[in-house]
């Protein structure tokens, strides 16, 4: 079964942590299969807080999702987010 992750950028709190981190992702990809559905594309905040972005990538199952989040690449890559915006991730299951 398929399994979504959303990453919701909340707020920006350091661009250039945020460039090293859109540089690093990429590396983080071979070997793992992701695709990216929705990329920061125009959005619009229906409900809660404002944020300023949304990231949805689809995975052939939750175990794989983990894997490319828990690997050694994205792992050194997710810290220059932490420290350049806040966010929220969420990983569910597809129907």
Do not use: C
């Not at 942590?17 to 920061?40: C, N, Q, R, T």
């Not at 052939?60 to 810290?79: M, Q, V």
Request: hydrophobic share 35%.
């Amino acid at each position: 079964m398929s399994a979504y992750m959303i990453f919701t950028r909340d707020k920006t709190l350091d661009q250039g942590e945020m460039d090293v981190y859109s540089k690093a992702v990429p590396a983080s990809i071979p070997g793992h299969e992701l695709k990216a559905l929705a990329f920061y594309g125009t959005h619009e905040d229906l409900e809660g807080a404002r944020t300023e972005g949304t990231v949805i990538l689809e995975f052939p199952s939750t175990s794989a999702a983990k894997e490319w989040y828990d690997s050694p690449l994205y792992r050194e890559a997710r810290e220059h987010r932490f420290k350049g915006a806040t966010y929220r991730v969420t990983l569910v299951d597809g129907v």
